[in-house]
């Protein structure tokens, strides 16, 4: 079964500057896809990007970029120039290609000092 | 396009009780999926449909737990003589399959729902 994990529970950025947020995940697939998703206070969830695994180059949408190392089965996100409306909980997530379902690490909820 | 919307968006029941949630899809969405995420958690699949058929249900979803897609519209997730332990918030995604590879999943707000 595939997991996801995010290790930090909590991390903090002061506005306009960069935070990475961590994510590994296990899989013995070779066709997946890899998703952060943002979970603002009391609002639903909203992509932030994804990644397709047969892809090498890093995913970037604006202010927001990933990391993916698939050896490592590593998938971090970089947050540039952070915005208050930044702050909210933000969940990696990943899909089989052969299977819609997500599974969802257990989040990690970003604070922006202003 | 509406997005999807889930209905009631708070439900507090006895335990005991059966309680019925609504979803609806973004329209063409013919995939749509029921998660339940509780406390610091994150979202656990329960079930997910292809327009009227339930492909997949999760462990998760114990006998109280039932699914509906009729028409393949709409979704209701009914729970059964609800326990303490279901209490959580109830998101419901749809997506569209066809519409290129890794299609993200757009999720309602969700239903919270608290058994006293």
């Known amino acids: 079964a595939q997991t996801v994990t995010q290790s930090q529970p909590e991390m903090s950025v002061q506005e306009a500057e960069t935070v990475t947020l961590s994510c590994t995940y296990d899989?013995?697939?070779?066709?997946?896809?890899l998703f952060w998703y943002k979970q603002p206070p009391s609002r639903q969830m909203i992509l932030v990007i994804r990644?397709?695994?047969?892809?090498?180059q890093n995913a970037t949408e604006n202010r927001f970029s990933v990391n993916f190392q698939k050896a490592a089965k590593s998938f971090s996100l970089k947050i540039s120039d952070s915005q208050l409306g930044d702050a909210a909980m933000y969940f990696c997530?990943?899909?089989?290609?052969?299977?819609?379902?997500?599974?969802f690490g257990k989040g990690i909820t970003l604070s922006v000092r202003p | 396009d509406t997005g999807v919307s889930q209905d009631p968006r708070h439900k507090i029941t006895k335990r005991g009780q059966n309680v019925t949630f609504r979803c609806d899809p973004i329209?063409?969405?013919?995939?749509l999926y029921w998660y339940r995420q509780t406390l610091g958690q994150g979202p656990e699949f329960l079930t997910y449909?292809?327009?009227?058929?339930?492909?997949?249900k999760s462990r998760l979803l114990s006998d109280r737990f039932s699914a509906e897609r009729p028409k393949g519209s709409f979704s209701t997730l009914e729970i059964q003589r609800t326990e303490q332990g279901d209490s959580a918030m109830y998101l419901c995604?749809?997506?569209?399959?066809?519409?290129?590879?890794?299609?993200?999943?757009?999720f309602g707000q969700g239903t919270r729902l608290t058994v006293v």
């Open positions: 995604a749809s997506s569209h399959p066809y519409r290129g590879e890794g299609t993200e999943a757009f």
């Open positions: 899989t013995s697939e070779s066709d997946y896809y």
């Open positions: 990644q397709e695994a047969y892809k090498q």
């Open positions: 997530a990943y899909r089989s290609g052969a299977n819609s379902k997500l599974t």
């Open positions: 329209s063409e969405h013919n995939r």
């Open positions: 449909f292809q327009n009227e058929a339930q492909l997949e």
